[in-house]
């Protein structure tokens, strides 16, 4: 991916949404990882985010978009799932408030630390 990456892997989603891999090839697990460090990758600092000890909430993240994606592609019947930016529906969990919904795990790996103001 890039010197910072990658957050998710084909495995450990596997493992979240508990497909086999003779249901599931690794291709489109990988595809989806990839994509979601494509998501959040651009949002992090520069330094090294691979280390899922040292950055655990970046990888959660990451494993949480993914899911997302996997599940606006194969949920039963097609129907919509979700309204995003704007109450405009949308046959998929993606726009704005794919990263919104995982911004707050990405704080202390952002650029300017994840600063709270009261």
């Keep these: 991916m890039t010197a910072r990456g990658p957050l998710a892997s084909p495995t450990a989603l596997r493992r979240v949404i508990d497909v086999s891999v003779a249901a599931v090839p ?4 990988d595809r989806l990882c990839i ?8 949002l992090l600092t520069d330094e090294d985010h691979s280390d899922p000890a040292l ?10 978009v993914a899911v997302q994606l996997w599940q606006s592609r194969h949920a039963p019947g097609g129907q919509m799932l979700g309204t995003d930016f704007g109450a405009i529906p949308t046959p998929h969990l993606g726009g704005p408030g794919l990263v919104s919904r995982v911004r707050g795990m990405l704080g202390p790996c952002e650029p300017f630390g994840g600063a709270v103001f009261a």
């Design 26 to 29: 690794d291709e489109e697990l």
């Design 35 to 42: 994509a979601a460090d494509r998501v959040l990758l651009p």
């Design 55 to 64: 950055h655990a909430n970046c990888h959660e993240a990451a494993l949480t």
